[in-house]
C-alpha cells in the first residue's frame, strides 16, 4: 500500500505540471487564433475572452487525456531508468499488477473526459455558436466603425465614414456601396446623423452625390442631394433548425440517428473511450532501456497518441459520408486498440519472445505426430 501511495502522488505531480503546460500552451495559441477571428469581425472584439474560455473548455478532453498519458509514461520510465521496476518484478509482481493502482488514480479522471466530451463539449460549442451568431445578426447601424469598411448583415452593402461625433449618432465623409434588386448604388456624403421614426431608424445624409447603374444598362445615372434618407435595418437574432452537429447535446444526436449525427457521436464516445485505452497502452510503451536514450519511449507514446487521435478524426467523417457503420467503427477501433495493447501487456508481462512462440508451436506440432 506504500508504494501504491507514493506511485499515485508521483503521478498526481506529473499529471499536474503537464496539465498547466498544456492549458497554457492551448489558451496561449486560442487566444491569437480568436483575436484573428475578432479582427475578422467574426467575434465580438468585447467577447474574445468568453470565446476563448468556451473553446479551451470544448478541448479538455484530449487535453487530460494526453496529461494521464503523460503521467503514467513519464513514472513508469522513471522506474525503469531507476531500477525500482527489478525490485518490483523481482517482487514476483509483473506489469499486469500496475494496472489495478492506475486505474485507481485515473478513474476520477476518465470520468471527467467522459463528462466533458459527452456533455460540457456540445454546450461550450452551443454558446461559442450563440456569441457568433449574435454578434453576426447585429443591425446595420451596429457593425459601423469608424474609419473602417464594414458589411451589412445582408451582405448587400457596405459603409465607411470618416470620423463619427462623441454621440454616436453623426459621422462626416460617408462612403454606401449597394447591390440590391439588380441595381448598384453608390452613395458618398459630407455628413449624416442618425433619426429615430416610429420603430424604424434611417441614415439622413446631407450634401452628397448618388450613382445608379442597373445590372446589364451600361448607362450610369448621376444625382446630387441635399439631404437623403436611408433606412438602416436592424437584425433579429432567429433560433437556426439546421444547428451544427457539435452543438446539439449527445442525447440529440441519439434521437436523430443520422450519419453526420452519428459521425459525431462517434467522436464523443471515442474520446472517452480513447482515455481508457490510453491508461493500458501507457504501461506498455513506458518500458525502456536504461543504457538507451531517455526520450525514445516518449517520442514513441506522443506518436501512438498522435495516430490513435488521427484515426478518431478520420472515422468521424467515415461515420458522417456514411463509408463506415456507427457500430463497426466504434468496436472497429477502440476494442482493436485495446486488444492489441492487451496482448502487448501481456507479451511483457510474460517475457515472451517471438522465438519462444515458434518452438511452443513446434513443439506442440511434434507432440501431435
Request: aromatic share 10%; charged share 15%; with cysteine.
Amino acid at each position: 500500500m506504500l508504494f501504491h501511495s507514493s506511485l499515485r502522488k508521483e503521478l498526481a505531480r506529473s499529471f499536474g505540471a503537464s496539465l498547466v503546460v498544456l492549458v497554457t500552451i492551448v489558451m496561449t495559441m486560442t487566444l491569437i487564433r480568436t483575436l484573428g477571428q475578432a479582427t475578422r469581425g467574426s467575434v465580438n472584439p468585447q467577447e474574445v475572452m468568453m470565446v476563448m474560455g468556451y473553446t479551451v473548455l470544448g478541448y479538455l478532453p484530449p487535453i487530460l487525456t494526453l496529461c494521464l498519458f503523460i503521467a503514467i509514461v513519464g513514472t513508469l520510465s522513471r522506474m525503469y531508468r531507476d531500477s525500482e521496476m527489478v525490485i518490483w518484478f523481482a517482487a514476483g509482481r509483473g506489469l499486469s499488477a500496475f494496472l489495478g493502482p492506475l486505474f485507481r488514480f485515473a478513474w476520477p479522471v476518465l470520468l471527467v473526459v467522459a463528462a466533458l466530451a459527452l456533455v460540457v463539449w456540445p454546450w461550450a460549442n452551443q454558446q461559442t455558436q450563440e456569441l457568433k451568431d449574435r454578434y453576426g445578426s447585429r443591425g446595420d447601424l451596429e457593425r459601423v466603425a469608424p474609419g473602417q469598411f464594414q458589411e451589412s448583415a445582408s451582405g448587400t452593402r457596405v459603409f465607411f465614414l470618416d470620423k463619427d461625433a462623441p454621440d454616436n449618432k453623426t459621422g462626416k465623409n460617408i462612403f454606401i456601396s449597394s447591390n440590391e434588386r439588380g441595381k448598384e448604388t453608390v452613395t458618398s456624403a459630407r455628413s449624416g446623423r442618425i433619426v429615430q421614426v416610429g420603430e424604424g431608424q434611417f441614415l439622413v445624409l446631407a450634401n452628397g452625390q448618388r450613382l445608379e447603374r442597373s445590372s446589364g444598362d451600361p448607362q450610369l445615372k448621376i444625382s446630387e442631394f441635399e439631404e437623403l434618407a436611408n433606412r438602416i435595418a436592424m437584425n433579429e437574432l432567429v433560433t437556426r433548425d439546421d444547428a451544427p452537429a457539435k452543438t446539439r447535446s449527445t442525447l440529440a444526436l441519439a434521437m436523430a440517428p443520422t450519419p453526420v449525427h452519428l459521425g459525431e457521436l462517434a467522436w464523443r464516445l471515442g474520446l472517452a473511450l480513447a482515455a481508457l485505452n490510453f491508461v493500458v497502452i501507457a504501461i506498455t510503451v513506458s518500458s525502456v532501456n536504461p543504457r538507451a536514450g531517455r526520450s525514445g519511449n516518449l517520442v514513441f507514446a506522443l506518436f501512438a497518441f498522435v495516430v490513435y487521435y488521427n484515426l478518431l478524426n478520420l472515422g468521424q467523417s467515415w461515420v458522417s459520408l456514411g463509408q463506415v457503420g456507427f457500430g463497426r467503427f466504434v468496436l472497429g477501433l477502440h476494442g482493436g486498440v485495446l486488444a492489441l495493447a492487451l496482448l502487448w501487456l501481456a507479451k511483457q508481462h510474460n517475457n515472451w519472445t517471438l522465438r519462444q512462440l515458434w518452438q511452443r508451436q513446434g513443439d506442440g506440432s511434434q507432440e501431435r505426430a
